[in-house]
């Protein structure tokens, strides 16, 4: 089993910058890509950003390409998402995830095994 925990979701106004960080405990060697999503209430959870295990391989939305940025530090079992130039549009529901699978990365949330309880991010206008 592995737990996630979301922090560092906020209200910002537009333009702002927001840094959330997830901490994983428990069976943290069988995480291998660690992503994160986006859910508003009454649509579907969508992909935000992914990270392979070793960090190297990084990949995102189309939305948030050039504005956000994951990264993650094994040692501390922790992955970040530095969101910048945030808008309104990106109020929304944050939720990390971790898939247990070394089958490379996935934009899927079927593909991902753990979740945590989400941290919610509102951006004014």
């Known amino acids: 089993q592995v737990q996630l925990v979301e922090s560092g979701g906020g209200l910002v106004q537009a333009g702002a910058s927001l840094r959330l960080s997830c901490v994983a405990s428990?069976?943290?060697?069988?995480?291998?890509?660690m992503g994160w999503f986006h859910q508003v209430p009454g649509k579907e959870r969508e992909f935000v950003a992914g990270i392979s295990r070793s960090g190297l391989i990084a990949y995102y939305a189309d939305s948030v390409k050039g504005r956000f940025t994951i990264s993650r530090d094994n040692a501390a079992n922790t992955v970040y998402l530095e969101m910048n130039s945030l808008k309104p549009e990106d109020t929304a529901d944050y939720y990390c995830a971790a898939r247990t699978s070394a089958n490379g990365s996935s934009r899927r949330t079927s593909d991902y095994d753990y979740w945590g309880q989400g941290t919610q991010v509102t951006v004014s206008s």
């Open positions: 428990g069976r943290t060697d069988n995480t291998y890509h």
